[in-house]
């Protein structure tokens, strides 16, 4: 999840006018720039999952991700001051507050603990697993008042019952079980965070607001990393280059450009076309871990899967519908 944090990416050219002014959408027709920042947010996160299964070869969960947030929340903040003046990263306490808390929401709840079931889960898996999270935001929405309507509902018992298929490598002993519900209980995090910040007073910058967000959930890390003892005995010349490489795509690549052209795509393409991503980025996180990684494709994990992204589907097309 990268977002996972989270988030996705530009394109071709909106890594220049990205930290802009919004753009105006272009509702009627589909640009090819706009099929190219997706084409991005397809691969790059959905690639994000086999990232962080490398990394997580020789480094610390907890530790890898402090440090990939807090140094892509970092460089993100200093890209927003020089492209937007330091003003652009001025908040309220509240707004600060508000920024933290979704930031510990979905990086440290929603990506920490996707890291860390990826000690022992594949990343394939993972990502079938995380695609659940749209059925989650339909369960909340409904306690919230919200009616989403008859698909949604038909999605999320879709959703629900593909996961119950995901859990069957643990349960019959082919992976930890343990490693599925960490990324079960990731999923409602990252639910509750994405609930939740258009319901608080987030700062009006989106890309500051996400700066904050990634340098509070990359402390929260740190802090459960040293609550954990990861800091102990680590030592930066035991990774190997490998997973170093690995660490550096995910800051790079799943942390700045793929954000960069998701939050680009929010404000130049239509909402339906982006959430394809919910289902695209499975699939393509499933085809690397098994072609870079050889991660077996057992049956429980091809039907599982296949009945979440139909779920997910059935919930983004009724979306689009409304």
Not at 9 to 18: D, K, L, Q
Not at 162 to 181: E, Q, Y
Not at 252 to 260: E, N
């Amino acid at each position: 999840m990268t977002s996972p944090a989270a988030e996705s990416a530009p394109e071709n050219r909106a890594s220049a006018p990205a930290l802009s002014a919004p753009a105006i959408p272009a509702r009627h027709r589909i640009s090819g720039a706009v099929w190219a920042a997706l084409a991005i947010v397809y691969v790059v996160w959905g690639s994000t999952y086999l990232g962080i299964r490398i990394v997580v070869e020789t480094m610390p969960p907890f530790v890898s991700a402090a440090i990939r947030f807090v140094v892509a929340g970092l460089l993100l903040g200093a890209l927003v001051a020089w492209r937007r003046g330091p003003s652009a990263l001025k908040v309220t306490k509240k707004q600060l507050a508000s920024a933290a808390v979704v930031g510990l929401l979905l990086l440290l709840g929603g990506n920490g603990l996707v890291v860390l079931a990826e000690t022992s889960i594949p990343s394939g898996l993972a990502a079938l697993l995380i695609a659940v999270v749209p059925a989650w935001v339909v369960v909340l929405r409904r306690v919230s008042g919200e009616r989403p309507g008859a698909g949604a509902y038909a999605g999320v018992v879709l959703g629900l019952a593909g996961l119950a298929v995901l859990t069957l490598p643990g349960l019959s002993g082919d992976v930890r079980i343990a490693g599925v519900l960490t990324v079960i209980v990731a999923t409602v995090m990252w639910s509750v965070g994405s609930f939740s910040s258009s319901r608080i007073p987030m700062p009006s910058d989106p890309f500051a607001a996400s700066a904050y967000e990634m340098v509070a959930g990359g402390i929260g890390c740190a802090l459960v990393a040293l609550g954990r003892g990861e800091f102990h005995g680590f030592a930066p010349g035991d990774v190997s280059t490998r997973s170093w490489v690995a660490l550096a795509y995910l800051v790079v690549f799943g942390s700045l450009l793929a954000f960069t052209a998701y939050a680009w795509l929010l404000h130049n393409a239509p909402l339906s076309l982006v959430a394809t991503y919910a289902y695209v980025n499975p699939v393509v996180a499933v085809l690397l871990g098994a072609l870079v990684l050889d991660e077996r494709l057992t049956w429980p994990i091809a039907v599982g899967g296949t009945v979440v992204v139909a779920g997910v589907c059935l919930i983004v097309s009724t979306e689009r519908r409304r």
